[in-house]
């Protein structure tokens, strides 16, 4: 299964502080999406890392891939009780559908 | 518009009842999707609709019957199901084929069945 892997399953740290997530897949990729679910809701697209990109930011996001160890990570910095939800990590892989793959996610809790 | 929407929000069916979820986004895409998703899951992929045409159907019960009778309309028809079917039915659209597909999500509609 191409089915990523975060880590941890569940998260909890005081605002305004960083938040790290990580995602590892099985097979090689064309690229790695990042999504965020709050409680009971539709998923939202946060960002997309390509298989030949190393680092991209978002505004408060930071997200990192290498592909020699088919792993990602998310970090939120300077986090806020808003950003309190579950953040999955997508992949489509190489030669596949282009369909992405969700992983377990992260349950975020930021308190306030 | 950046926005899928789905209805109705909620539902409760029984065993032998038939119900039908919708979907609709006016963004020109191309391809739609419909995922089942439960408690602290990821979404799981159900059926794909590329171009109207039904692409991809990841082995679902035939109780679940998609149809897309536009290339702004998903709809979900239910019939007997069973209570192990209640969870968060989720429809996205993308636009079709190639990399670097971003999926936007509707809200979901929350099924129980009882």
């Known amino acids: 299964s191409q089915q990523g892997e975060e880590d941890p399953q569940a998260l909890s740290i005081q605002e305004g502080e960083n938040a790290t997530m990580n995602c590892s897949y099985k097979t090689s990729i064309n690229n790695l999406q990042w999504y965020r679910q709050n409680s009971g809701r539709g998923l939202v697209h946060l960002i997309l890392i390509r298989s030949n990109e190393r680092e991209k930011h978002s505004g408060r996001l930071r997200v990192t891939l290498d592909t020699s160890k088919k792993s990602s990570s998310l970090l939120i910095t300077a986090s806020r009780a808003a950003d309190t939800a579950s953040y999955f990590c997508?992949?489509?892989?190489?030669?596949?559908?282009?369909?992405?793959?969700f992983g377990r996610g992260t349950s975020l809790i930021v308190h306030p | 518009d950046t926005e899928v929407t789905q209805t109705p929000k909620h539902l409760v069916m029984g065993m032998t009842n038939k119900k039908s979820l919708k979907c609709e986004q006016h963004?020109?895409?191309?391809?739609m999707y419909w995922y089942k998703q439960k408690a602290k899951k990821p979404p799981e992929l159900m059926f794909v609709?590329?171009?109207?045409?039904?692409?991809i159907n990841e082995s679902v019960p035939s109780r679940f019957s998609p149809e897309c009778p536009n290339s702004s309309l998903l709809n979900l028809h239910l019939h007997a199901l069973q209570p192990e079917d209640s969870a968060l039915y989720l429809c996205a659209s993308s636009h079709p084929g190639g990399e670097g597909k971003t999926q936007y999500f509707g809200p979901g509609t929350r099924l129980l069945v009882l």
């Open positions: 963004m020109g895409h191309r391809a």
């Open positions: 609709y590329s171009y109207e045409k039904l692409s």
């Open positions: 997508a992949t489509d892989a190489s030669g596949g559908s282009y369909i992405p793959t």
